[in-house]
């Protein structure tokens, strides 16, 4: 698989596929595809992780892109204008908030895991459920706005306001803290509480909270 991400306001990407090799794609991810492409409503997981994919508003199914023939080309891009960050699952597992999975190739196991903590499951604004991907090959991540690429030492932390996370890795501590005091959860416009991930690990920050409009001026 060969990937090329174009752009700088609203970046896509254009896959490349040898006959035969598979990918899945977010709702809505197609942009365009030539001939030899093939693609399908596919559930990861089967039936056992249907219920779970509901919740995590992630919908039912995904995309699955299949080659019929060696270099079939497929572009790729969310909804709103962004970044896109190609995660190696060599890496590690990662965890995407909800929105921010793009597509995934390799042998790659994608599933929803539930957080770990019930103050983040509550008040953490990614959910109950989120979306993990685990595995070996690449996932591409979508981060609304410009994209932070945060590397946090062991016990080392950062605090993210609600809609500012894009996806962390799996051995990321994922939790919540109040802002503190009536007159910062009233009128800061940060809402009462706030997520604090503490690493080690790595963080994709969004500049851009997901499905906040972006205004220019002209």
Excluded at 24 to 37: K, V
Excluded at 127 to 153: E, P, Y
Aim: net charge positive.
């Amino acid at each position: 698989m060969q990937h090329e991400i174009f752009g700088e306001f609203a970046q896509y990407v254009r896959l490349e596929m040898a006959a035969r090799e598979t990918c899945w794609a977010g709702r809505g991810a197609i942009m365009s595809y030539g001939d030899g492409i093939d693609w399908r409503l596919r559930v990861p997981g089967g039936v056992s992780g249907a219920g779970r994919r509901m919740l995590s508003g992630e919908g039912l199914a995904l995309v699955r892109l299949e080659a019929t023939r060696s270099k079939a080309m497929v572009s790729l891009a969310s909804n709103q204008p962004g970044r896109i960050f190609a995660w190696n699952l060599d890496d590690g597992p990662v965890i995407a908030t909800r929105g921010s999975f793009l597509a995934a190739w390799g042998e790659v196991d994608i599933s929803v895991s539930i957080a770990r903590r019930a103050g983040a499951a509550l008040f953490g604004g990614a959910g109950l459920f989120l979306q993990h991907v685990s595995g070996r090959g690449t996932v591409l991540i979508h981060a609304s706005g410009d994209l932070d690429d945060r590397h946090l030492a062991a016990g080392e932390s950062v605090t993210v306001s609600t809609g500012h996370l894009a996806a962390f890795t799996h051995a990321t501590d994922y939790d919540v803290q109040f802002v503190g005091g009536i007159r910062k959860a009233l009128f800061s416009g940060e809402g009462v509480f706030m997520t604090r991930l503490t690493g080690p690990g790595r963080v994709l920050l969004q500049s851009l909270k997901r499905g906040q409009k972006m205004v220019t001026k002209g």
